[in-house]
């Protein structure tokens, strides 16, 4: 059972299409990974369908509500953690968590009781009187993926969700994606530059290029229709999109994923 489908998808800036007729399914409980440059419409895609962004064209449903008809509905089935911060740094990891159980209407009678679960759930119970500016890039990370499950979404989407992180704390992020899809089977779709991540974490990928979606697939898949023994995922991303992963990233792009590392650290 697919808890989204985008059919023919379209969004247009003006005379400039970032998003261009893409379609795609993801299944209940699947990871589903979006790669591709700068520019490509990665997050376009996830602002349209966390209906953060109208559509331009075509449609698309999570969890059976339409984006553009029923956008309430669609928010109270999904959580979204986006590539900046969302954590209020001057206040505790539980009191952060306060906040978005009100925002995302969690019952008072259950409040603490999902709170204090989400904490343990991400490994966080120890920290949760500690002001989240103490915290390590990673531990915000998990705090802010902990903010998006507290009303039990159906799709939890994750706008490159390690960005600016080391190795140990983004190694600590995926166990608890993984965790997500095993346990609750909560269907995640994310946004990554970083091979590694998804062909660890992603049931399926689609690559985009100039908005549109050129090629898709398991990983283990798109490695193989490239017929060479050993071939990576960073030599399908490059065969498919067409230009190295650094290409076509301007002062502004950088600036803003350095700005991003910076308040992770």
Known sequence: MSTLVAQSITRVFGRFTAVDHISFEVGEGEVFGILGPNGAGKTTTIKVLTTLLPLTSGTATVAGFDVTQQPAQVRAVIGYVPQLISADPLVTGYDNLRVFARLYQVPRAE??????????????????????????????????????????????????????????????????????????????????????????????????????????????????????????????????????LDTGVGFRETQRTRRTAIRLE
């Open 111 to 244: 409040r603490d009781a999902r709170i204090e679960s989400a904490l343990e759930f991400m490994g966080l119970s120890e920290f949760a009187r500690t002001p989240v500016k103490y915290y390590s890039g990673g531990m915000i990370r998990r705090l802010e993926i902990a903010q998006a499950l507290l009303h039990r979404p159906r799709i939890l989407f994750l706008d490159e969700p390690t960005v600016g992180l080391d190795p140990v704390a983004r190694d600590a992020v995926w166990g608890q994606i993984e965790r997500l899809r095993e346990e609750f089977r909560t269907s995640v779709v994310l946004t990554t530059h970083y091979m590694e991540e998804a062909d660890r974490l992603c049931d399926r990928l689609a690559i985009m290029h100039r908005g549109r979606i050129v090629a898709s697939g398991p990983p283990s898949s798109l490695k193989a229709d490239m017929g060479t023994p050993g071939a990576t995922l960073e030599d399908v991303f490059a065969h498919f999109a067409g230009e190295g």
